[in-house]
């Protein structure tokens, strides 16, 4: 399995990262944890191929993770013209509000003949699918979004990568994290309680229990990234646009 973040920002782009996505190959198949407003801009300039991508899953519904889905349609019609077909799984609530996606930024798009075949099938949290090659749980976990916002674990059956979303502390991330080669998780702010996200202080002292065998920070805020030297280094890496590593 090979990672490469495509985007590790926050909503606001902060220190000129752009919106999460990571992007996960294994074998001959490609998917993305999240894909956010700016995610097509990052896969074209780290090498991506928008048109290789087979699965999207989708932690929650706010657009710096899935506001990039509109784009990548698009890309698939008209840019790269694409036939392998795209499935993406996300939350209860992801095909009505892709659906109100569509219509705001691109009207009529919706109608269109595509080229390719693409679905949406939504994950209740807590559950577990198989999707193509990848085996993917959901847990429910602590963020506002209008619709459940989870947490994931991916798996190809070698290795296991598993991503935080968007939360602020909840006993639900352990078996999410337990024994996963890769735990991906948003550290907002270095210290303190942020509402709906997490510190790098409150992740540091579950470490432990978390039981990941190394932890990626993403999702950092300009007060974190200021910090990042402060990390400790043997059990944790800080996330960067264009970072590629083998799981």
């Known amino acids: ?15 000129g990262r752009g919106n999460t ?61 694409r036939t392998a077909p795209l499935v993406i799984v996300g939350p209860p609530g992801t095909r009505a509000r892709l659906k109100l996606a569509l219509d705001a930024l691109f009207p009529g798009s919706e109608a269109f003949e595509w080229r390719f075949s693409w679905s949406v099938e939504e994950l209740e949290p807590g559950a577990t699918g198989t999707f193509g090659p ?18 994931l ?30 735990f991906i998780c948003e550290s907002s702010q270095f210290e303190g309680r942020p509402v709906g996200h997490l510190a790098y202080e409150t992740i540091a002292a579950r470490r432990a229990a978390l039981g990941a065998r190394h932890i990626l920070l993403s999702h950092m805020g300009d007060a974190m990234w200021a910090r990042r030297a402060e990390v400790d280094g043997a059990h944790f890496s800080v996330a960067e646009d264009g970072l590629a590593r083998d799981i």
């Open 153 to 182: 674990r991916l798996t190809d059956g070698v290795r296991t990568l598993a991503f935080s979303g968007d939360t602020e502390w909840t006993e639900a991330l352990l078996p999410i994290a337990r024994d996963a080669d890769l």
């Open 21 to 81: 996505c990571f992007h996960v190959t294994s074998k001959d198949a490609a998917a993305t944890l999240d894909f956010g407003g700016s995610a097509i801009v990052g896969c074209q300039r780290f090498g991506v191929d928008p048109a290789g991508i087979g699965h999207v899953f989708l932690s929650h519904l706010h657009g710096d993770h899935f506001g990039g889905l509109p784009f990548l349609l698009l890309d698939g019609q008209f840019v790269h013209r």
């Open 1 to 15: 399995m090979r990672l490469i973040v495509v985007g590790c920002g926050d909503a606001f782009g902060s220190g």
């Open 134 to 151: 990848w085996t993917v749980s959901s847990a429910l976990v602590i963020h506002e979004s209008g619709a459940p916002s989870t947490a």
